[in-house]
């Protein structure tokens, strides 16, 4: 070999190494990213739980749960990109189970006060002029 070919095949190793050291330095700042998406997916999913979701709004609560564990599992796996983007999905729908909750207690509130006004005019009503 001579001095340039020879120039040239440290060249190419020195690139190979650089982009495999990148890829793997990129692949593990991943996983703190994916557990903090996870435990934001984990709070979204208590938060939906305690707004009633699980009685108001199961088939979005459930959906929330099952993303979560996928997003556990790939965590596990080590898989970051797939726990980042079922995290995030378990938190959509955790955030949507819970504001379909919130909005069936509104309109549970609505009703009853419908019927309290509604037992207050019979009430005006009967009142002699």
């Not at 984990?42 to 009685?55: C, G, K, L, T």
């Not at 564990?69 to 955790?94: F, H, L, W």
């Amino acid at each position: 070999m001579d001095g340039t070919a020879q120039g040239q095949c440290r060249l190419a190793f020195f690139w190979i190494t650089l982009t495999a050291l990148s890829v793997t330095a990129c692949a593990s700042s991943q996983g703190p990213v994916a557990r903090a998406k996870l435990t934001q997916a984990e709070r979204a999913f208590d938060e939906a739980q305690q707004a009633s979701a699980a009685i108001n709004a199961p088939t979005e609560l459930k959906a929330a749960e099952d993303r979560l564990k996928d997003a556990k599992e790939a965590v596990a796996k080590k898989s970051y990109e797939r726990a980042i983007r079922a995290a995030e999905q378990a938190s959509v729908d955790a955030d949507y189970a819970r504001a379909r909750a919130a909005n069936h207690r509104i309109n549970q509130m609505v009703d009853e006060m419908r019927q309290s006004i509604r037992v207050l005019r019979q009430e005006i009503e009967r009142l002699p002029e």
